[in-house]
């Protein structure tokens, strides 16, 4: 890639990224933009406790690591504090950013977490990545991956091929998670990269798998925008 191109790609805002995935059927907890503290709490009343509150910035990635998220806020008084507090963080780890305002989440209860991702190969194009999600993948490295178009049987193939497995199928005493349902959402995220070309990269993570169903709570698209002519 030269620089001019690294230069040209952008990522999509927090908004837009959640409704092209929910376009493609894919679904994302109920999330509003928060503008002030006070925004924040009656959204947060709208939305239901317990919520997440989390850094929308277009200059910032991970989220996480400057302090931008906090999760399980049970009332009123828990998510002005919460403001308060992600705000300083991230202006003291990230003096320069542009903060466009805070994301309020409903709180999605605990389930498997798992990543799809999309990223492009210099030769072969672009291919779908499936892995356990959040700080697994980093640990494991346990991720599976297909060329797109993935299909059915490839999806099917990706899920069982991960050394975590087990944990999707219920490990110790745990729910096992709608398996048949997640590789539909394997299959539905290489549809949307091809009807796509634009997006260069792609990374739901997590998404948060259940007995009946998953629920992506976080997620990053990176376009190239149309070249001048
Ligand atoms: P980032 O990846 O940028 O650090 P995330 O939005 O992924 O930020 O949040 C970090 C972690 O917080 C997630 O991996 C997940 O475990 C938890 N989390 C974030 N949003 C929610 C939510 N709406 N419901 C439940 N858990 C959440
Ligand atoms: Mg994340």
Same mark, same amino acid.
């Given at each position: 890639? @030269?620089?001019?191109?690294?230069? =040209?790609?952008?990522?999509?805002?927090?908004?837009?990224?959640?409704?092209?995935?929910?376009?493609?059927?894919?679904?994302?907890?109920? @999330?509003?933009?928060?503008?002030?503290?006070? &925004?924040?709490?009656? *959204?947060?009343?709208?939305?239901?406790?317990?919520?997440?509150? $989390?850094? !929308?910035?277009?200059?910032?990635?991970?989220?996480?690591?400057?302090?931008?998220?906090?999760?399980?806020?049970? =009332? @009123?008084?828990?998510?002005? $504090?919460?403001?308060?507090?992600? !705000?300083?963080?991230?202006?003291?780890?990230?003096?320069?950013? #542009?903060?466009?305002?805070?994301?309020?989440?409903? /709180?999605? #209860?605990?389930?498997?977490?798992?990543?799809?991702? /999309?990223?492009?190969?210099?030769?072969?194009?672009?291919? %779908? /990545?499936?892995?356990?999600?959040?700080?697994?993948? &980093?640990?494991?490295?346990?991720?599976?991956?297909? *060329?797109?178009? !993935?299909?059915?049987?490839?999806?099917?193939? /990706?899920?069982? &091929?991960? $050394?975590?497995?087990?944990?999707?199928?219920?490990? #110790?005493?745990?729910?096992?998670?709608?398996?048949?349902?997640?590789?539909?959402?394997?299959?539905?995220?290489?549809?949307?990269?091809?009807? =796509?070309? #634009?997006?260069?990269?792609?990374?739901? =993570?997590?998404?948060? @798998?259940?007995?009946?169903?998953?629920?992506? !709570?976080?997620?990053?698209? %990176?376009? &190239?925008?149309?070249?001048?002519?």
């Amino acid at each position: 890639m @030269t620089e001019q191109q690294q230069q =040209n790609r952008l990522m999509l805002g927090a908004a837009e990224t959640k409704k092209l995935l929910e376009e493609a059927g894919i679904p994302f907890v109920a @999330t509003r933009l928060a503008k002030t503290k006070r &925004e924040a709490a009656s *959204l947060s009343r709208e939305i239901g406790f317990p919520v997440v509150l $989390k850094i !929308v910035s277009p200059d910032i990635v991970h989220k996480s690591d400057v302090g931008g998220v906090k999760v399980g806020l049970a =009332n @009123t008084a828990q998510v002005l $504090k919460a403001y308060s507090e992600i !705000v300083a963080n991230v202006r003291s780890s990230f003096p320069g950013a #542009r903060i466009e305002g805070i994301a309020v989440q409903h /709180m999605a #209860r605990p389930g498997v977490e798992v990543i799809i991702g /999309m990223s492009e190969d210099a030769q072969f194009g672009p291919f %779908i /990545m499936f892995g356990l999600g959040g700080i697994w993948v &980093e640990a494991l490295k346990d991720v599976a991956f297909r *060329l797109v178009p !993935v299909t059915a049987r490839d999806a099917a193939e /990706m899920v069982r &091929e991960i $050394k975590g497995f087990d944990i999707l199928r219920g490990y #110790r005493g745990q729910e096992p998670v709608d398996i048949a349902f997640l590789e539909k959402l394997i299959v539905k995220v290489s549809g949307f990269i091809e009807r =796509n070309p #634009r997006v260069r990269e792609l990374d739901i =993570n997590p998404l948060i @798998t259940y007995g009946d169903r998953a629920v992506a !709570v976080d997620a990053r698209i %990176i376009v &190239e925008p149309y070249a001048p002519p």
